[in-house]
Each structure stands twice: as C-alpha cells, then as structure tokens.
C-alpha cells in the first residue's frame, strides 16, 4: 500500500525557515505530480505549491508564498520537498503532501505535518 510520509514540521519564529520532505513508501513509481497543500485552522485546503512531471517540472504556487517558498522533487519523483523561507504567523497551518499518478490509484496525501509561526 502507498503512503505519503511527511517531515520537517516545528514551530519557528517569523522570518526563519523550515524544509518540509515527503516520501513515497510501498511504491515503485513515479508520481505525475506532486505538491503541497495546507490547512489552516477554520480554514479550507488550499494548494501551496504544485509540480508536475513534464519536460520543464513546471510549478506553481499560491500568490501569498511566491518568491519564499521553493517546491523540489526527488529523480525518482516519489519524494517531494518544500523549502520555506522568510516565514510569516499565516503560514501556520497542517502542510499536507500530494502525489498523484493516473495510472496508479489516482492521488495520494499524507497525514500532515505542522507548521507554526510565531510573531
């Protein structure tokens, strides 16, 4: 069975960084695309950050964490990481990783991991 296994979750204060990993287990393919979302209390999943399997790893991100936050994958596209720097108190939230492949089961999320922020 695969599992999505996510890391690298704490509490730091504004302005710091952390690096979120994420790896595939029970797999033995590629993911199309990978990505990260977030929970924030009271709030709905939002996307953070997207990469996609193509000719360019072409990415996306949401417009609040563009220019901070660094989305990566691994050769084998079954690990996914997220780099986040100059972190603010509204990134705080329940980072969740995502693959997903078509051919294999469609998409995959991890349990989280959590993100806090202190002013």
């Known amino acids: 069975q695969v599992q999505l296994v996510e890391s690298g979750g704490g509490l730091v204060q504004s302005g710091e960084s952390l690096r979120l990993s994420c790896e595939a287990s029970?797999?033995?393919?590629?993911?199309?695309?990978m990505g990260w979302y977030r929970q924030a209390p009271g709030q709905q999943r939002e996307l953070v950050a997207i990469i996609r399997n193509d000719d360019r790893k072409t990415t996306d991100y949401e417009d609040s964490v563009k220019g901070r936050f660094t989305i990566s994958v691994g050769t084998a596209w079954n690990t996914v990481y997220l780099q986040m720097n100059s972190l603010r108190p509204e990134d705080t939230a329940v980072y969740y990783c995502?693959?997903?492949?078509?051919?294999?089961?469609?998409?995959?999320w991890g349990e989280g991991t959590r993100v806090t922020v202190s002013s």
């Open positions: 029970g797999s033995d393919f590629g993911f199309h695309v």
């Open positions: 995502y693959g997903y492949a078509a051919k294999y089961g469609g998409a995959y």
